[in-house]
């Protein structure tokens, strides 16, 4: 079985050169729907040989009518790709509620990101440019800021459409051709996707996308002698072998990897304020979001009481099937719930779950549902504090002081996102600038925040910006033009 909605791709296909094609191989996956473990339908099964096409057919569209479109021209195609994704936005939203198990209104808000990053890029497109720089006598100096070439993009099954739109909508702003290795567990936004792109008047070749494995498909794109650039968002693991195959073609690479992001609660916080924060960034997309909140710092003086109203919301929380759209959904595959379960079984000494959502009792029985559980009375350094567990589970640790909760917080290998809820200004500013993190939010929190805001991490979080304008940037090369004239 197809999957040939009205959104116009072929599931079995691979998208190269503005055409649906078969993989090279004829061989295909399976996809499943985690809210009841059904099968969806089939999806190419591409390997080094589609690769290899879809960079050949961006290197094409480089060299011809992709490659000579002007920024404005280029920013009016985006911007119509932007709202063609809008008009289309309900079906997205069902595809992907299906695809990846999130809630219809989660699945809803990421096809809106997706036609929010293209009309941002669209817009951006003619307003980047270089400088003149001031020389020796006789001399003119300007930059010019280019494309790399052919941009590679590997993406995870958590935010199919945000981190689609984030990557590929920056590359193409710059002027790259892009090849994108959706992720083998949800690929159908992404097909989706290219058909809008090529509804939308997108030069046939600017955008390829071959579905298949990471160890196939995204490993022939990562080691391909004639891609100019790599985006990676995924995990710590691949993108160390992805950094490695950046370095044997010596590309540049944007890694947006893992988290294990605090949110830290001060005494003199506001509670009411502070609360929806709190869980939301722990339970969104079931906790499958490299951004979430997975440990709540919370200061001994507001900690019994905050704890209490945290208790409260989890127990209110609902799990089940996408399509019900409530708080939260299932896990994306069988061995994520494993993975979640174990690290559940890790819990020992003063540590114990105080909260737990409820799975609705007609979830499917074939659905991967775990309960959010809030973890209470963890110490900082224990595994639970630790590891990204990728589940919706977090973990409370209770501090006295503000040099305390400063160590906690950076006591990661990772720092991608912080939260800071406090009414002290000076406090806000002292850690705003201590905390190792990417992004660091006061008195909210964004979970990676909007499209405008430059995103990434540091330490094992990655390295490179994503979103904003500060992507375009990493996304284009910078040429340096000296012209003497006497
Ligand atoms: P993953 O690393 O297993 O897979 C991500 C992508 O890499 C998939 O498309 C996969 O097919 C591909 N891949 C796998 N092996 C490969 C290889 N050898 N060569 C090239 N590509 C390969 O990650 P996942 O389990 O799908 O996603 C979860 C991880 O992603 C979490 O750690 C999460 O924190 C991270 N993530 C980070 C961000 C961010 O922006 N920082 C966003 C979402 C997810």
């Given at each position: 079985m197809s999957e040939q909605s009205g959104l116009g791709f072929n599931s079995e296909h691979c998208f190269i050169g503005g055409e649906w094609v078969a993989p090279v191989s004829g061989e295909v996956l399976r996809l499943e729907n985690p809210s009841d473990g059904s099968i969806i339908c089939r999806i190419a099964r591409g390997g080094a040989e589609d690769i290899n096409k879809a960079v050949g057919a961006a290197r094409e569209a480089l060299d011809g009518e992709?490659?000579?479109?002007?920024?404005?021209?280029?920013?009016?195609?985006?911007?119509?790709?932007?709202q063609e994704v809008l008009k289309h936005a309900d079906e997205?939203?069902?595809?992907?509620?299906?695809?990846?198990?999130?809630?219809?209104?989660?699945?809803?808000?990421?096809?809106?990101?997706?036609?929010?990053?293209?009309?941002?890029?669209g817009g951006a497109c003619d307003k980047i440019h270089g400088e003149t720089i001031p020389y020796l006598d006789g001399y003119t100096v300007y930059t010019l800021r280019e494309p790399h070439g052919v941009s590679g993009h590997i993406v995870p099954w958590n935010y199919p459409m945000q981190i689609i739109g984030r990557s590929v909508g920056a590359a193409l702003a710059m002027g790259n051709a892009a090849v994108l290795k959706p992720a083998e567990e949800a690929c159908l936004s992404a097909l989706a996707f290219a058909d809008i792109t090529r509804?939308?008047?997108?030069?046939?070749?600017?955008?390829?996308?071959?579905?298949?494995?990471?160890?196939?498909?995204?490993?022939?794109?990562?080691?391909?002698?004639?891609?100019?650039?790599?985006?990676?968002?995924?995990?710590?693991?691949?993108g160390t072998l992805v950094q490695r195959a950046a370095a044997d073609n010596i590309v540049p690479v944007t890694l947006e990897l893992g988290g294990k992001s605090p949110q830290i609660v001060f005494d003199d916080a506001d509670l009411e304020a502070a609360l929806p924060f709190l869980v939301n960034a722990g339970i969104q997309n079931a906790g499958q979001t490299c951004s979430a909140s997975s440990r709540i710092l919370m200061q001994s003086g507001v900690h019994d009481k905050l704890?209490?109203?945290?208790?409260?919301?989890?127990?209110?929380?609902?799990?089940?099937?996408?399509?019900?759209?409530?708080?939260?959904?299932?896990?994306?595959?069988?061995?994520?719930?494993?993975?979640?379960?174990?690290?559940?079984?890790?819990?020992?000494?003063?540590?114990?779950?105080?909260?737990?959502?409820?799975?609705v009792s007609d979830a499917p029985a074939g659905g991967h549902y775990v309960a959010p559980a809030l973890i209470g009375g963890v110490e900082a350094d224990h595994v639970l504090a630790q590891d990204e567990i990728f589940g919706p589970v977090q973990v409370v640790i209770r501090f006295e002081t503000e040099e305390e909760a400063l160590a906690i917080a950076n006591g990661t290998d990772y720092g991608l996102v912080a939260g800071i809820w406090t009414r002290d200004g000076a406090r806000q500013m002292r850690l705003a600038k201590a905390l190792k993190s990417g992004q660091v939010f006061i008195n909210n929190y964004g979970a990676g925040g909007g499209v405008e805001l430059p995103f990434g991490g540091v330490g094992k979080s990655g390295h490179g910006r994503e979103k904003g304008f500060e992507a375009l940037y990493g996304f284009s090369v910078l040429k340096t033009v000296a012209a003497y004239h006497g």
């Open positions: 992709w490659g000579t479109k002007s920024a404005l021209e280029r920013g009016r195609i985006l911007t119509r790709i932007g997205l939203a069902l595809l992907e509620a299906r695809d990846v198990g999130k809630p219809l209104k989660q699945a809803k808000a990421d096809a809106q990101a997706l036609a929010r990053y293209l009309e941002f890029y509804e939308a008047g997108l030069p046939a070749g600017a955008l390829n996308v071959v579905p298949g494995l990471g160890e196939e498909a995204g490993s022939a794109l990562t080691s391909h002698p004639n891609v100019n650039h790599l985006s990676f968002t995924g995990s710590v693991g691949v704890l209490a109203m945290m208790v409260e919301r989890y127990e209110a929380l609902e799990v089940g099937p996408a399509i019900a759209d409530l708080n939260v959904g299932p896990l994306i595959s069988a061995r994520q719930k494993d993975i979640v379960s174990g690290f559940l079984s890790e819990i020992e000494g003063n540590a114990r779950i105080v909260a737990r959502g409820k799975i």
